[in-house]
Nanobody, 125 residues
């Protein structure tokens, strides 16, 4: 079983920054080579992809956040970070990390095997 735990969410003013963390655990995770994706969901809207990072560090970004978001990982720490800069009101959402084998079609949510519980990010003016 793979477990994912997000943290780092909170309230921030427009223009500010946050760094979210996703800590992975479980025997299967240690044995696998998982792609980690970050997604977000605004209340009443569909969940959308933010960024993905493969086990080898290859990164991809959603069009809406490109240039403002950086995804990184430390495999020794089983941790993936999502740094978000120049936050605006439209970034308010619950952010989730998810894991699957390989980052091909990283935005394809049904492909992900494991999901975290999410962390709330609220941007205010």
């Amino acid at each position: 079983q793979v477990r994912l735990a997000e943290s780092g969410g909170g309230s921030v003013q427009s223009g500010g920054s946050l760094r979210l963390s996703c800590v992975e655990s479980g025997y299967e995770y240690a044995a696998g080579r998982y792609c980690i994706g970050w997604f977000r969901q605004v209340t009443g809207k569909e969940r959308e992809g933010v960024a993905g990072i493969d086990f080898d560090g290859t990164t991809t970004y959603g069009d809406d956040v490109k240039g403002r978001v950086t995804i990184s990982r430390d495999n020794a720490l089983n941790t993936v970070w999502l740094r978000m800069d120049s936050l605006n009101l439209e970034d308010t959402a619950v952010y989730y990390c998810a894991a699957k084998k390989g980052c091909a079609d990283w935005e394809d949510q049904p492909d992900y095997d494991y999901w975290g519980q999410g962390t709330q990010v609220t941007v205010s003016s």
